[in-house]
């Protein structure tokens, strides 16, 4: 079975742009959570989506928006882009959504996309 | 408001010898309670997860506890290996709330 696929792997932006990641949960997977990784905050949750509509939100600005496709596939968009959005962006899918039944499912992570603000 | 904190951001053991990792959580009440691994430059990779009224769970040279009481999980690899080194998340989860710790940056030095 193959894993969590993200594209691109690395990204280079500037100030002020936009940007849009993809995500492809393993198949069967309905769950789809985005994480923003940095050396100083660490693994930061941003937002989860099941069956395309989002479920829980972090608290992050509205800049950091996300869809969910009816196959799963999911794609987070970054807006006015700033310096601090530098990060590593993370993909996990599971079964089920958090917080509902049989909640307890691990979660599997794509490798990330690498996105650096110049 | 909600903590997680997990012991030194960095450990240090020689290999052979067993690794204890903590986990420390506040103003959290955690149904489950997982453990992820994760390398340099890759996604985190789940490992173990335990539940509020289980005590311990072994999986291979793996072993982690959660007391409740204490607001704590450890996470103990026996027999360390140089291949063990990496960087070691806990994740409490209460209903839709599910965290991830800071993360102990591990190295079994041979």
């Known amino acids: 079975k193959a894993g969590v696929t993200q594209t691109p792997r690395y990204l280079i932006k500037t100030r002020g742009q936009q940007v849009t990641l993809s995500c492809s949960p393993i198949?069967?997977?309905?769950?789809v959570s985005w994480y923003q990784q940095t050396p100083g905050q660490g693994l930061q949750f941003l937002f989860e989506y099941f069956s395309e509509t989002q479920r829980n939100k972090g608290n992050f600005p509205g800049r950091f928006s996300g869809r969910q496709f009816s196959n799963s596939r999911s794609e987070m968009n970054v807006s006015t882009l700033e310096l601090g959005d530098s990060a590593l962006y993370l993909c996990?899918?599971?079964?089920?959504?958090?917080?509902?039944?049989?909640?307890?499912?691990?979660?599997?992570f794509g490798d990330g996309t690498r996105l650096s603000i110049l | 408001s909600q903590k997680i904190e997990q012991n030194s951001e960095a450990l240090n053991i020689q290999e052979g010898k067993t690794a204890t990792l903590t986990c420390n959580y506040t103003?959290?009440?955690?149904?489950?309670l997982q453990w992820y691994r994760q390398d340099p430059g890759r996604g985190p990779v789940f490992l173990l997860l335990?539940?509020?009224?289980?005590k311990e769970k072994r999986k291979e040279r793996l072993k982690v506890t959660f007391d409740t009481t204490l607001k704590q999980s450890l996470f103990h690899i026996t027999a360390s290996q140089p291949a063990d080194s990496a960087t070691y998340l806990c994740?409490?989860?209460?209903?839709?709330?599910?965290?991830f710790g800071p993360g102990t940056r591990l190295s079994v030095l041979p």
């Open positions: 994740a409490p989860q209460e209903g839709q709330n599910f965290v």
């Open positions: 335990i539940r509020e009224n289980e």
């Open positions: 198949s069967g997977h309905r769950s």
């Open positions: 103003n959290y009440s955690p149904a489950y």
């Open positions: 996990a899918s599971s079964l089920n959504p958090r917080g509902g039944t049989d909640s307890n499912q691990p979660q599997h």
